[in-house]
RNA sequence: GGGCGCAUAGCUCAGUGGCAGAGCGCUUGCCUUACAAGCAAGAUGUCACAGGUUCGAACCCUGUUGCGCCCACCA
């Protein structure tokens, strides 16, 4: 008998008010009214009083997310269960979130990705780890100075207006007004994470490790100031590294300038003809016949009246165009390795903002404005050799704001990256940290194997202050943490702020306390796994590997790097505000609860593969949590218990006994999927137990065993609380809200939360397994027959079961309830008889059979299994096979056989057995 | 230019030598007292194409075609 044990809460949500007079209420319109009801729920049903059995009346038979979802979280924070103790003794179990942008707010990829680190930090939970899972956000320098600059020019200001320090405040004032809403977003998703311990990427602890790291890094010769060829953002007004550049196919034009005059001439090609006022020489390959005249005389430069070199250098290919390169070293990357070759002035003739700067009539002119200008008067001087022709290049957009970047020459800070890219390669080859998939290894290694000097300084106001002051003599000077700056006339700060992803490659260390030596950084670092898409391994990941591996003296930031997919629609297409399918998790998670989004979103996670997802998908995880409520709800109205040892085996019937078979394994296999991040699988793994087995079989077998009564029907009762009290359990990390709500009635337990989790008893009962694969073929055939003869489910046909020499008999009354089949009274006139397994079953349809119909089916049937006879059958002649096939497929084969035999035996019995028509 | 991946039911995807699967959708019947957000029964496939290896290929190999992604300093 159920009681309400303890502080649980009562199942909450609205009462359906149960019409049943289906006459006043036709059917369709009886549905109608429930989608109705439960989208905007009004009642809700009071708390069941202490130790009373509910009725069905009482009991909502419809779950309501919305209603229970927020309330519950609020009672896991405020328990603390969420918080991590360092100074436990447990096995500690690590995730730090990856820091969504301040700016941002939750999308479905957020969702994804937190619903499976959500999932791994519950289930470590429970299993006795003591898990934590750090949230927190990043300051992301240029998406929030962007956003605040578009706020200031609503006022008609720009940040020039604030100057830097008012400006750097009023950001600050954003974030808090505005920013961080992604982190109540995070609560009704349902993320477990550690409140106590949230950090931002320029909180000061974070802001002391950025300035540390700098420190070492430049004392170690590993950051350097230098003048290159940087890619330069003539909107955002900043330098931006490589990978902060999108290369996109774009149509260009291919123009060939004639420079020098009659035999002295030569022909080069550029897509950028405005850079042509930068050019301080023509290049041609050193073994190039053509040109070999031409090497160490001077080409008068059009427009310019400057005469600049032709030179030779070999990487110059003579088979490109006409062979001859324009040189433009302060415009240009592979220019300015040339010009550095041969010493060539390095001429810059553009402003920040992309305007020509050179004097003459180009001056002042946009750089694609110059580009015509400047081809129309080349053209005008005749110097235009072919006409432009259209050639697909690769341009280089902002990845920030899809401008188009300007290669441009700027003294900027470098990471030196070789010897930290090298380390975080190793710690990946020799298998200190694992990437899962491995297929996306070959990605990472890709980019740490051929890495280039990583461009750190940025243009920006909003971000790390580079920790370097200049002297009035030229002193440079890098301050640490603890030290005074430098003061007295004349010492400057450089006024560069760090790239956002300088500090968020500290992340795993420094949201710890690094550089302090705290408990927090002993007991979590290294943390267990880096759970992120596949498209920042660059961004993020390589660069936490080499902060990690260079800060923590070689202890790797992470054991596993877990990467997913990203999320598109149900088509499988990208999400994208100009398609117009981009989708709120928000609104899903109102509408069908978060936990619905979960296991949707969960159950497409196969390891980094792109995972779509679809309202309609959505609806049946719903579905399939609305299921669990039920069947749960059947489970308390019948009186499952978990108190108590759950029977020995002997105890216990054999329905019972294969259902605590299975759910042994289920729990191994899930254990298993668990370990290896294959969620998909996972999900899929339970909801097939939950359903198939538990709910349609396991339970319908069981109103049997309850209603017969006894010690059976009391072992039962136990085994119903402890397969279900298991499932929850199991599914608690991937839907944490119904789980909780339903077993903490169940079990009158506080929390699912702090539960234990469940493990494989190791009992397995394959003869019990296979007495209930019987029953179900049994009952699966005599209903596939009731089916095809048209009888209503509802309608009760005398029959006899003749259960032979199987293990059915103790299941007659089952097979009787499940198939409405009762005794006959008085006389029984047999006229259809089904076999299945060795059990006959012979109905009395009181002459209504249709036997066209049987006949036509059990022909069907026998042409199928005459079919696989024959399959089998000559495999198993074939001498070849028998030699060569291993044992078990040999073995399978035969049993194949044997079966196909029996069943043709006994379709043709009854076929036999039909009445004439 | 270099590299990687994909092609299986109407849709989205699992399956990786031994009986072709799931979810959604579809068809038929059903108010069956846990659940119509449900139950029962059912249909649906040139496993992209062409060769090869093998007793046996959706799976391994070669080629073809069509998609997708990543990287890239050839003007």
């Known amino acids: 008998m159920y009681t309400c044990q303890g502080p649980a809460p009562a199942l909450s949500g609205p009462v359906r008010q149960v019409q049943t007079d289906s006459k006043r209420h036709p059917w369709r319109r009886y549905t109608d009214a429930v989608t109705e009801h439960t989208q905007q729920p009004t009642a809700t049903s009071a708390p069941l009083a202490e130790g009373r059995t509910p009725t069905p009346a009482e009991l909502p038979t419809q779950y309501v997310p919305a209603e229970a979802e927020g309330k519950l979280y609020e009672r896991w924070v405020e328990n603390g269960w969420f918080e991590a103790d360092a100074a436990s003794d447990k096995p500690p179990y690590t995730i730090v979130i990856p820091p969504p942008n301040v700016t941002g707010s939750l999308h479905l990829g957020h969702a994804f990705q937190h619903t499976l680190m959500d999932a791994l930090t519950r289930r470590k939970r429970m299993q006795g780890h003591e898990a934590l899972w750090l949230p927190g956000m990043d300051h992301a320098g240029i998406a929030t100075q962007n956003r605040v600059e578009q706020q200031l020019a609503g006022e008609g200001k720009s940040r020039h207006d604030l100057g830097r320090e008012a400006f750097v405040e009023r950001v600050w004032k954003w974030k808090d007004e505005y920013g961080g809403r992604i982190l109540g977003q995070m609560r009704r998703l349902g993320d477990g994470v550690d409140w106590s311990r949230e950090r931002f990427t320029m909180d000061e602890g974070l802001s002391r490790a950025v300035q540390t790291i700098f420190k070492r890094l430049y004392d170690d010769g590993l950051i350097y100031r230098a003048e290159r060829i940087i890619n330069w953002c003539p909107r955002c007004l900043t330098a931006i590294s490589d990978i902060e550049v999108d290369h996109e196919e774009r149509d260009g034009e291919l123009v060939s300038i004639r420079y020098g005059e009659g035999e002295r001439s030569i022909v080069v090609a550029t897509t950028r003809a405005e850079t042509m006022l930068g050019d301080t020489a023509v290049a041609v390959h050193p073994d190039d016949e053509r040109y070999r005249h031409l090497v160490g005389t001077e080409v008068e430069l059009p427009l310019t009246g400057r005469r600049i070199p032709v030179i030779a250098d070999a990487h110059v290919d003579p088979a490109f165009g006409t062979g001859a390169v324009k040189v433009t070293p302060a415009h240009d990357p592979n220019d300015f390795e040339i010009g550095r070759r041969h010493d060539l002035p390095m001429l810059t003739v553009m402003d920040d903002h992309a305007v020509i700067t050179a004097h003459g009539p180009f001056q002042g002119l946009d750089r694609l404005e110059a580009r015509s200008a400047v081809v129309g008067a080349l053209r005008e001087q005749g110097r235009i050799v072919a006409e432009k022709r259209p050639y697909v290049h690769a341009v280089g957009h902002c990845s920030r704001c899809h401008t188009i970047i300007e290669p441009r020459l700027s003294m900027q800070w470098w990471v030196k990256v070789g010897p930290l890219a090298r380390a975080a390669g190793d710690a990946v080859r020799d298998g200190r940290v694992t990437i899962h998939p491995k297929e996306l290894a070959g990605r990472y290694f890709q980019w740490v194997d051929n890495m280039h000097d990583w461009c750190i300084s ?57 550089p302090d030596d705290t408990p927090d950084l002993a007991k979590f670092y290294p943390t267990d796994v880096l759970l992120t898409g596949h498209d920042i391994i660059f961004f993020w990941v390589a660069r936490m590997m080499m902060f990690g591996l260079y800060a923590m003296d070689g202890e790797v930031p992470f054991r596993t790097i877990a990467l997913t997919g990203l999320v598109r629609d149900e088509r499988g297409k990208k999400m994208s505000k100009s398609f117009g399918n981009v989708v709120d998790p928000l609104d899903w998670m109102e509408k069908y609860g978060s936990d619905a989004v979960r296991f949707t979103l969960a159950r497409g996670a196969n390891p980094g593969v792109d995972v779509p997802i679809g309202e309609d998908w959505v609806q049946a995880s719903r579905n399939f949590a609305n299921k669990i409520w039920n069947a749960t709800r059947f489970a308390l109205l019948n009186g499952a218990t978990v108190e108590g040892p759950l029977p020995a085996p002997e105890r216990l019937g054999a329905t019972d006994r294969w259902i605590l078979s299975r759910l042994n394994s289920v729990i191994a296999e899930a254990d298993a999927y668990y370990d290896d991040y294959q969620f998909a699988k996972l999900c899929d793994t339970l909801y097939h137990f939950a359903w198939d087995e538990v709910f349609d079989w396991y339970v319908e077998l069981s109103k049997t065993t309850f209603a017969a009564g006894g010690p059976e029907a009391e072992a039962s009762r136990r085994v119903l609380g402890e397969v279900l009290d298991a499932l929850l359990r199991l599914l608690h990390p991937v839907i944490p809200f119904v789980t909780e709500e339903l077993w903490t009635t169940l079990t009158g337990r506080p929390s699912l939360v702090i539960a234990d989790w469940p493990g494989d008893s190791g009992f397995r009962d394959r003869a019990a397994e296979a007495e209930l694969a019987a029953v179900q073929q049994l009952v699966t055939e005599v209903r596939r027959f009731r089916h095809d003869q048209g009888l209503q489910p509802g309608q009760r046909v005398p029959a006899r079961l003749d259960l032979g020499a199987t293990p059915l008999p103790p299941h007659e009354e089952a097979i009787r309830a499940l198939l409405r089949l009762q005794p006959p009274a008085g006389a029984f006139s047999a006229t259809a008889t089904l076999d299945a397994g060795g059990a006959t079953v012979s109905l009395d349809l009181s002459g209504v059979i249709d036997v066209a119909a049987e006949r036509k089916r059990l022909t069907k049937d026998l042409a199928a299994a005459e079919k696989e006879l024959a399959q089998t059958a000559a495999k198993l002649a074939n ?36 009445p004439a028509a």
Not at 882 to 909: C, F, H, M, N, S
Request: glycine residues 8%; hydrophobic residues 40%; proline residues 10%.
């Open 458 to 514: 940025r243009q920006l106001w909003w971000g790390h202050r580079i920790p370097v002051w200049y002297g009035p003599d030229g002193e440079v000077r890098c301050v640490g943490p603890d030290e005074q700056p430098p003061s007295g006339p004349g010492w400057t700060q450089d006024t560069d702020v760090l790239d956002t992803w300088f500090s968020s490659g500290l992340w795993p260390f420094s949201t710890l306390g690094w």
């Open 879 to 914: 001498e070849s096979f028998l030699a060569k096939a291993p044992e078990p497929v040999v073995a399978k084969i035969r049993t194949r056989r044997a079966q196909a035999e029996a069943d043709i035996a006994r379709i043709t019995a009854q076929l036999d057995r039909l």
